[in-house]
């Protein structure tokens, strides 16, 4: 696997440069500057550079060039200064980290610090975050806490995505893309007006498609598996009636056919970290799963309604959202020989540990419906103020079918509700204050219904019927923020920020599949500090923004994956802590050259004495924590679980005017410093200075409005570490192969 010393790749891209910020810059009379970026990081509409809160913002070509061989939303990792995403889901359940918090569980009513917002909805269940990116604005990163504006489960932050919108103008685009491994993808929109000054609309589609690329070496079948096939499509209308009041209805729909992660065998060897002999990217050694596939069918339907008053607006977002996935996999990526060997070759298979064959199936319908009701003022005086109600319900149905235990039913159902109040005071021309408070309530239910009657083990007399009982859990919570903003001059400010939140509180079914008890946690509470410094330099072709944040997490809930069960058990710990900094730059160095670069440190660590988890199953991997009496070993003290110590990222933009046009050449590379993929810390699962890096080289045509370019993702062939399955045997996976294509878009 190939890779490089972090040290040398951070001093010699921050020798050329700095930041993950927009990448759009002016020129006008031979003078250079960054445009503006706005963002709606406090529900307003507010210059990046005068909102106190930490924020990073990607749009335009950045956006385009990491999506462009029609990757998923777990593509945003590391992109911006401390966000990582992952999944042991595929595409269909990502997972977010912000600062180092994020939550490793990967069960269908998993819940998750990081919220994800699109359109101004939550999307809550972790396949409802992963709608595919198509046809976006803008991306905002918003870190945590944000317990005031947008609610609970937002302690470690906020990634939220702005879709484009239907104007008057008729407009569109199309974008069609081919490359390797099959990569067939079309972007398309079109929007316009339907009736003038009164209804405009918008629609857009998206369609990708991988062929099949990995074969399975036990079958002897060739291209099995790896590919899929995504479509999706958005229609909105914005009706505008009178001045001062409109209407935007909106309606997607996406569906997904694919494989699901493939878990690949014995991969790590006990006692050394980093990928063995056993790995091979285009193939593996599956005798169950029917090749890993996955479907997801989604819908959302969201109405916003705007009304303009003399002195306040009144705004009510509607939204339902619901979504049915599949996925089956072979998780012990291996396959069980008439002798009792294995395939790959790495662990003996030992009967009276192993089960023959580990494949499970999860199937989830999850619906959502929300309302959100505010009152905002609209006046220009020092005072400006917000207030509001939220309302959410849901419901998923869970079916968990394990190949020796069988099939587990489960139902479980969340109700939220909140008022919030924020109000923004400018004290003079230098200082501004904001405050704001959030009431929560959540209730939390789980309803168990057949267990296992159709499994193997119930028919040997291994397991039994259980007869469980109804789970019901609640919390009430304040949440609330302070913050001050302090302008040095008209180019730079400093601010500080005080806040609070909280993740209320998780019910896991999980474990129940496998003869277990469910498990609960409760709520964790956020007291979060930040101070930070924002400037546009270099009369304005130069902006920074850096960051420095502590937070005290009380009763921080975590997960506890694996052992010899292969479990998956919610649990508390006392207390966790975090502390670090982000630093986004971007600097237009010429008219032809932008660079732009971003830099993210966050220390975590577990404080509770005595804390201990399962090891890995089988004795299969070398904890370096100590022992209890008990045989676990104690997390007191240790990082929190996948969260990147540092994260960096950096790209160039180089152009060359010619005739009807310009030339450009862009690169992107991203790199992911030491992280710790389990609670306990391991020698085997730990990764430290993995990479990626894209390039792009294209042609715009500004008189015919259209682009040619060829692009390139992972371009050195990175083989990194994803994640990993510790239960019999070392089971890993890993991120997508090289590709390269060809895409031509035309606006109109």
């Not at 830099?599 to 804390?611: D, H, I, P, R, V």
């Amino acid at each position: 696997m190939s890779k490089i010393r972090s040290n040398t790749l951070l001093k010699t891209l921050l020798a050329g440069a700095v930041a993950a910020s927009a990448t759009s810059m002016v020129q006008a009379q031979n003078d250079v500057w960054l445009e503006e970026v706005v963002v709606t990081a406090q529900k307003r509409a507010q210059s990046l550079q005068d909102v106190p809160i930490s924020v990073a913002t990607l749009s335009g070509e950045r956006m385009d060039a990491i999506f462009s061989d029609g990757s998923d939303i777990r593509a945003l990792g590391v992109r911006v200064p401390g966000l990582y995403a992952e999944s042991s889901n595929g595409r269909a359940s990502p997972r977010f980290y912000i600062r180092g918090l994020g939550n490793a569980d990967f069960d269908l009513a998993a819940s998750q610090p990081v919220s994800i917002i699109m359109d101004e909805v939550v999307m809550e269940n972790v396949v409802l975050k992963s709608f595919p990116l198509f046809d976006v604005s803008q991306v905002e990163v918003i870190r945590g806490p944000q317990g005031t504006l947008f609610g609970r489960n937002t302690t470690a932050g906020i990634v939220k995505f702005d879709t484009e919108k239907p104007t008057e103008e008729t407009e569109g685009f199309a974008k069609v893309t081919m490359g390797s491994l099959g990569t067939k993808n079309l972007e398309a929109a079109i929007g316009g007006s339907l009736v003038e000054n009164v209804l405009t609309a918008r629609v857009s589609v998206l369609s990708q498609n991988r062929d099949d690329w990995v074969d399975n070496g036990y079958t002897g079948e060739n291209n099995a598996m790896g590919g899929f096939e995504e479509k999706a499509f958005r229609a909105q209308a914005l009706w505008t009636p009178t001045d001062n009041f409109s209407a935007l209805l909106s309606y997607q729909e996406r569906e997904l056919d694919g494989t699901s992660t493939l878990f690949r065998g014995s991969v790590f060897t006990k006692g050394q970290n980093g990928l063995n002999s056993n790995f091979d990217r285009d193939k593996v050694y599956f005798d169950g799963g029917n090749n890993n596939p996955q479907g997801v069918d989604g819908s959302g339907t969201n109405l916003k309604l705007i009304w303009d008053l003399e002195n306040f607006t009144v705004t009510s977002i509607t939204s339902f959202q619901d979504a049915v996935s599949s996925s089956l996999g072979d998780i012990d990526g291996r396959a069980i020989l008439d002798d009792g060997s294995t395939v790959p070759q790495a662990i003996p298979f030992d009967p009276d540990k192993d089960s023959a064959n580990f494949v499970t199936q999860d199937e989830a319908d999850a619906e959502q419906f929300t309302q959100e009701i505010r009152i905002s003022s609209n006046n220009d005086g020092a005072m400006n103020w917000q207030a509001g109600g939220f309302y959410y319900d849901s419901e998923l149905e869970a079916t968990i079918t394990d190949g020796f235990f069988g099939a587990t039913t489960f139902t479980q159902e969340n109700t939220t509700w909140a008022l919030f109040a924020q109000a923004t005071y400018d004290v003079n021309d230098q200082l501004t204050l904001t405050g704001g408070i959030r009431y929560t309530d959540d209730e939390k239910s789980l309803y168990i219904g057949d267990q296992n009657v159709d499994g193997f083990a119930v028919v040997i007399g291994f397991a039994t019927i259980q007869d469980y009982e109804d789970v019901n859990v609640s919390d009430d919570q304040m949440s609330w923020e302070f913050s001050a903003n302090y302008t040095l001059d008209d180019d730079s400010s400093v601010y500080a920020r005080v806040a609070n939140g909280f993740r209320a509180q998780s019910i896991q079914a999980r474990d129940v599949a496998f003869e277990g008890l469910p498990s609960v946690a409760d709520s964790e509470t956020i007291n979060s500090f930040e101070v930070g410094y924002k400037a546009d330099l270099l009369e304005g072709r130069s902006r920074v923004n850096i960051g420095a944040f502590y937070y005290v997490i009380d009763d921080i809930q975590l997960t506890a994956i694996g052992g010899a069960n292969n479990g998956n058990s919610l649990l508390n710990a006392d207390e966790g802590v975090g502390y670090g900094l982000e630093v986004d730059l971007e600097f237009a160095v010429t008219e032809r050259l932008l660079l732009t670069a971003g830099y993210s440190y966050a220390k975590t660590e577990l404080n509770e004495s005595g804390l201990a988890t399962d090891p890995c199953g089988s004795e299969t991997c070398t904890p370096t924590d100590p022992y209890n009496a008990d045989g676990n070993v104690i997390i007191d003290g240790n990082p929190f679980q996948t969260a990147p110590e540092t994260t960096f990222n950096f790209s160039a933009r180089y152009s060359l005017p010619v005739e009807s046009g310009e030339v450009y050449f862009y690169t992107d590379w991203a790199l992911q410093g030491e992280t710790n993929m389990a609670l306990y810390e391991t020698i085997e699962f730990q990764t430290d200075n993995q990479f990626e890096g894209g390039l792009r080289l294209g042609f715009i045509n500004t008189e015919s409005n259209y682009e040619l370019a060829v692009f390139g993702r992972n371009i050195t062939d990175e083989e990194n570490i994803k994640g990993f399955v510790d239960f019999t045997n070392n089971t890993g996976f890993v991120n997508d192969p090289s590709t390269w294509g060809v895409d031509f878009r035309v606006d109109f």
